[in-house]
């Protein structure tokens, strides 16, 4: 059975669990542990049965939870490097390392890029380089202050208990390359936003398509490419235009907003709907909307009028996600 369940959805905090087969993965982290795992109870899903975790981008409404979550189930984590690195730079701005532990790092990690490489040699990968894998590693924040040089125990890594980047297990993909998760499927693809390196996914299961895109500025060729064909599709109508140009969001934040990297607006959305969709899914849910800058009747509005352009696509069912309770999961 394939089940999508979304918990929270909007710029205080994003999750959303998908299930097919034996496999649930919850799709960002942006509720505390607590709250996360309250709501899924509400939602009738157990935290227990969650299997893995996959992350959009490093924003904090999509990353709070990660750690505790992670570290709690002793479940995997899913990113790309540079949504991965970004997030350890999130998490630990002034960390502070010598610059032996900074050299000592880098070695570790070419040689674990050295044994990737051999490993995906032996398996009979083609040759093509992989740039991000042979990317140098980027620099932390190296610091050479001669007091954490003296200090005897600053020779030493941080502990998993002292490092709050610490996780159970770390997995990397990259956007445009499909891979599997336990029964699901998932295709990402790069999103344009304010981020180290955003992606939206289409998770498949059971022959059901189901595509996940918030956080994006707009709508580029790659992205409608991905939204087509599918049983479910999830997308962001963050704002409304007017609202959000009268409302109470400081001009460079506006600006940060409308731009080609912020978020999607109500009337981007429906221009989506009415001139690229191609209609087939049976649920259109829109999501990450503003709570200061839009009202659920707009988006909804907007979306209806998209749709009712087209008569043949009034069998699809228009939901709203929302910031504070879970949605009733849809069962395909
Ligand atoms: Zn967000
Ligand atoms: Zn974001």
Redesign the pocket.
């Known amino acids: 059975m394939v089940r999508f369940t979304v918990l929270a959805s909007?710029?205080k905090g994003?999750s959303t669990i998908v299930s097919g087969g034996r496999t649930r993965i919850l799709v960002d982290c942006?509720l505390s542990c607590r709250e996360l795992f309250r709501r899924m109870t509400l939602a009738g899903e157990e935290p227990e049965s969650l299997n893995a975790v996959i992350v959009?981008?490093e924003?904090s409404?999509?990353v709070n939870g990660i750690s505790v979550t992670a570290r709690k189930l002793g479940i995997p984590v899913y990113f790309t490097e540079g949504t991965h690195r970004a997030w350890m730079r999130w998490l630990s701005p002034r960390r502070q390392m010598t610059y032996a532990q900074w050299m000592e790092q880098c070695r570790q990690q070419a040689a674990a890029r050295e044994a990737e490489a051999d490993l995906a040699a032996e398996e009979g990968e083609p040759d093509e380089p992989q740039p991000e894998l042979l990317q140098p590693a980027q620099e932390p924040e190296v610091s050479l202050d001669p007091e954490a040089a003296a200090d005897p125990s600053s020779g030493k890594p941080p502990s998993r208990k002292e490092d709050p980047s610490w996780l159970p297990a770390l997995e990397y993909f990259q956007a445009g390359q499909p891979f599997q998760i336990g029964d699901i499927a998932v295709s990402p693809f790069t999103i344009p936003h304010d981020a180290a390196d955003p992606v939206g996914f289409v998770f498949q299961a059971e022959g059901v398509r189901m595509a996940f895109a918030?956080?994006l500025g707009y709508i580029p060729p790659n992205v409608k490419a991905q939204l087509q064909g599918l049983d479910l599709l999830l997308l962001e109508s963050n704002h409304d235009l007017e609202m959000l140009r009268d409302g109470p969001y400081p001009w460079p934040v506006k600006q940060r907003v409308l731009s080609r990297v912020g978020?999607l607006s109500n009337e981007a959305a429906a221009q989506f709907l009415e001139q690229d969709y191609d209609g087939q899914a049976a649920y259109v849910i829109l999501a990450?909307l503003s709570e200061s800058n839009n009202l659920p009747e707009l988006a909804r509005l907007a979306a209806q009028r998209a749709l009712e352009g087209r008569p043949s696509l009034l069998a699809n069912k228009l939901l709203l996600a929302d910031q504070h309770q879970p949605l009733s999961s849809i069962y395909f």
Do not use: R
Request: no cysteine; glycine share 16%.
């Open positions: 909007g710029s994003n942006g959009t981008h924003h409404d999509h918030t956080d978020h990450h």
